[in-house]
């Protein structure tokens, strides 16, 4: 039996539980035996992204305590996995348990496609918006992107496509950043806002219903846009939709 | 005292990585089913013009069915057989007075089909501003020196030796304004590339 | 040894020296030293404020993705070929010394002369005393970023020659005296409107012109007097080849070929990184180059000067200013392999969205943010945060320049300096402090929710609130996930 640590990013711990719960059923119902280890916090990605490497780095040890004991770790959420596999050598210094923790860290929708290889089949007869989170596309590779020229492959469209009923639309700028960005999202606030308004205008062009996306800190700032907008589109992170889709 | 020379050149050499080697690049390049065609669309996608002819004696006839031609008054030519030709490059003492010309005709060594770019060298003729302030520019070249990429066109063309060379691509065009394309900038406002044989 | 001309330390601005760069970035006489934190926001603010204008430039920005995306697509060996670019840059800088040597010596048997600037003003002054040398008054240059680096065209004016920046979008903003908005597309930023009143007040055309192949007739009527007129030229440099001595000028226009060929004066400045091994490797650049500015598979004219012309005298000035100290920096030293093509700009969502002017440097961009802060870190401390970290400029790079990590990297540099500002530094400690007790984190967060649940919306939609400008806060939920997950595990 496969045994996770899963990790929960803080603001989805705080703000949306049930993207969590949703990520406990979807990795339960494959057979997967979930631990949540209760000293979590954070992997302090808010921390390094203001450059302020200092107070990020006791986090970054306290992740590797925390977790290193599993041998899998599962996050829904391709930024605070980005942070650990790609940016805590920057935090700290080089070492075994470093290393192992960068093999063994996964994003919930490359865990489900590269590591338990599911088939999900079920029904969402919606029109989806897929959002591709920068970090999850370009630092972990769960697609291709726009940029490169290389065959085309997308882990989270693969996921999607045994659900019937769903329509993807087609987006006019299929990767482009929604805006988030971190702390860019208040420092540099209006780009940051531009940015998101030019995304769900080209979700809107497209007949979205629901955009959905693996990493909830897009959408939480594309949901704030909507919300603020009287938009009737609305967010869901890539587990819920699945856990709903496949009951 | 060092100079600034050495200055720079032991702040590069003390600054320097270990040594990294250099790649073998054999790999890269593209092939082309039909070169001729494929050099032809190239022109034509950059903005020039490319006409197929099977003989050097017919190339007087195509340039007259270009009107720029038909109406040039000063016409230089380092290809033979241009019958409108009244500027001789070599015998220009001020490249200056090349100002008013209207057709300048080149003979290129090779063209390049993934991009319709011509070679060409400066040769003993020298006053090489008459290439670009005449307002047309033709360019001449054998159909059997195309070649289907740049690697190719570097294996083939001497670009060490003293002197000027330049792969030209089309006229010459910007699109600074609002990216609205336009040809004829500063340079040739057309290039008419006649492929022979 | 350590060259001390090499500036490490923040109290010069971009150029090396102490004279304030004010015609060209910083404000009106003021000293342009100290730290400039919100410098890209606050400019940025100002470009977003005008709505229309953001989306005609973001567009317009995008079209040139678009243009590389479908040339690229036509590339089958596209990614071997930014590979190769990256494996021969990174060949030569790790023996760059040797190979300038050898490009120095071969230029020289081909008749060229060759100067060594350690900085941006000994490049001006080189320049400088080689026209005044020779009488020279009236100069055209094609474009190099090198020369807008080093401010070249304000110290010339300055002794009283007349430098005309021949490259059509140089030229416009030359006659607007603003800098370029972007390195190969310099007016981007205008509309034709604005260019063809430009015109009307500077070049005496009629009023209210505006189709852009009038414009450019316009402008090449004008120039060609400046060509013809000339007494040297001053251009830059693509590829400078080791192997036999001769650099290559990439361009469209034709004004650098215009340039090269009439004056008896022919001055081309490079960066040290500008060179190249062999012959055979410049291929694997020049194919990749135009495809990545602007979607052309090569530019109009690929010149290869060897030499002087028949008559006529040609100096090479190679310059420093920085570059050997970004060599001496691991995680920096990638970004020497830039070939300044624009790729990363033109996708760049928040380039797209602040336009060029909002970086207040030479060249802006992701290439700008991380080259800019070696020399003057404090005033363009904002640059390495102008960013989402999104990671599309490093997928874009023909030359495999890490971008986006190099920015993280940057930021941590500016924070150890202390050089972020002191909001961000506060809530990052704090932030950092909650984090790192979980019951701190649990006290806090349950806190903060109840309280956002129950303040009157006045109160938590406040003018400190930057996020609820024109966001929703999400709604807080009454458990957390960990509450919610204990409660159905029965704990």
Redesign the interface.
Known sequence: MVEVGLF?P?Y??????R???ST?ELLERQGVKVD?P?????C?Q???????????A??AR?FLSIFSRYRYVVCPSGSCTSMVRN?YR?LLPDGPELNEMRGKVYELCEFLHDVLKVQLRGRFPHRVGLHQS??G???LRLGA??????DGFDKIRDLLSGLEGIELVQLA?P???C??????????????????K?RIADHESAGAEIIAGADMSCL??L???L??QKKPIRVMHVAELLEEATV | MANSRELILSALRSAEPTPIPLPDVSGVGVRYPDVRQQFAKAVADVGGRCVLLSAPEMLDEALSSLAEYAQAKRVASLVPGVRKANVELADVEDAHDLHDLDVCVLPGELGVAENGAVWIREGASGNRAGWFLAQHMVLVLPGASIVHDMHQAYERIDAGARGFGIFISGPSKTADIEQALVIGAQGPRSCTVCVIG | MSSTYALRQPTTDIDGTSMPAAREHAPTGAATNHARPHEHAQKAAAFVANDARLHWHDQAIWFLRGKRDRVSSAVPDWEQLRSAAEQIKAHTLSQIAEYLEQFERKAIQLGAQVHWARDADEHNRTVHSLLAERGVQRVVKSKSMLTEECHLNPYLEERGIEVVDTDLGERIVQLRREPPSHIVMPAIHLKKEEIGELFHQQLGSEKALSDPKLLTEIARQHLRQKFLAAQATISGVNFAIAETGGFVVCTNEGNADLGTSLPPLHIACMGVEKVVPRLKDLPVFLRLLARSATGQPITSYTSHFLGPRRGAELHIVIVDHGRSGILRREEYRRSLHCIRCGACMNTCPVYRRSGGHSYGVTVPGPIGSVLAPHINPAAHSSLPFASTLCGSCSDVCPVKVDLHHQLLVWRGELGRAGLVPFSKRVASKLGGWILARTWAYRFFGKLGRWFLARLPRAVVYNRWNVWGRQRELPAPPRESFREMYGRRRGQ
């Open positions: 929960i803080c989805v711990d705080q703000f949306y539980p993207v969590g719960l406990v949540f209760q000293e979590q916090t954070c302090g808010p921390m390094a992204n203001s450059g302020c490497f200092a107070d990020a006791p986090l306290n940016h920057n920068c970090h596309l370009r630092e992107g726009s940029e490169r020229r290389i700028r990767d482009d950043c805006g988030f960005g971190g702390t860019f999202a208040v420092y540099e606030e209006a780009v940051s806002c531009a940015m998101g030019d939480m700032h949901s704030g846009l919300q603020r």
